[in-house]
């Protein structure tokens, strides 16, 4: 038995979680009276899991994407809930000239920081940050589906300095929390477990928004139904 947090941006990329583990959307915990972020607490499987949502913007009414939040949720997931094992499930832009596709959902084995440059010695690796997670293979092989890297920034959109960056670290995927969150566990050696689906292709014709939204219920939709079979699975490592 396990205490798995499941760590999440937006709302709707949890929908389809919450739906398969029978959980009311409207029946969330706070996990503090001044922050935003949502709880769900269930059992399946005989693990104990969190899932905790970034929640809504205070100011501007919009769902707490991006690396703070994340942090925010991830050191509450490991002090409140004792997690042991950490899921960062979410959407993520991919890059198709590296096989990425709209709705596909990958594990990553190594997470990456894009937007974080500082070019002093010593500082520029720790700016970007690099970490591998050496679970991701194994849980991609019992899953049947494909790993890569991920590169993360605090903008849905890509400035050409991102873009030399992402480039250089052949990133597969493009979102806005992964590395922060695996800035946090590293800090604590927590196994973490980074599943995304694509709603956008980086490299394609279409604006990321517009693609974002068209395609963010069916990137949903599989990531939820991998996050159970990958809930089923933890007990096999
Ligand atoms: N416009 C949306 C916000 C989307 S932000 C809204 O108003 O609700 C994008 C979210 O999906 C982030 O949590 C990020 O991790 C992920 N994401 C999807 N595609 C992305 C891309 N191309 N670049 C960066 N993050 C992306």
């Known amino acids: 038995m396990k205490n798995i947090a499941v760590i999440m941006a937006m709302d709707s990329e949890a929908k389809p979680l919450l739906e398969k583990l029978k959980i009311n959307p409207d029946q969330a915990e706070k996990i503090d009276d001044h922050l935003p972020m949502k709880v769900y607490k269930t059992q399946y499987h ?10 809504e913007c205070k100011r501007n009414k919009v769902q707490n994407v991006g690396t703070a939040p994340a942090v925010i949720s991830t050191i509450t997931a490991i002090k409140d809930f004792n997690a042991d094992f950490i899921i960062n499930a979410g959407t993520a832009g991919g890059f198709k000239k590296r096989g ?14 894009h937007d974080r440059r500082i070019p002093i010695p010593g500082y520029q690796d720790y700016g970007t940050y690099k970490s591998q997670h050496d679970i991701a293979k194994k849980f991609a092989t019992l899953l049947g589906i494909e790993t890569g890297i991920i590169s993360t920034g605090d903008s849905l959109d890509m400035s050409p300095e991102d873009e030399k960056l992402i480039e250089s670290n052949l990133a597969l995927l493009k979102d806005m929390e992964a590395a922060a969150i695996a800035w946090v566990t590293d800090q604590y050696s927590i196994p973490t477990l980074f599943l995304k689906s694509v709603t956008d292709i980086v490299d394609g014709e279409h604006p990321t928004e517009e693609e974002f939204f068209a395609n963010l219920k069916l990137a949903s939709e ?3 139904e991998k996050l159970i079979e990958l809930i089923e699975l933890i007990e096999k490592i």
């Open 100 to 113: 990425a596709d709209i709705g596909k959902v990958y594990t990553v084995e190594t997470t990456v920081f």
């Open 46 to 55: 005989q693990h104990n899991i969190s899932i905790i949502i970034s929640g």
């Open 222 to 224: 599989n990531l939820g």
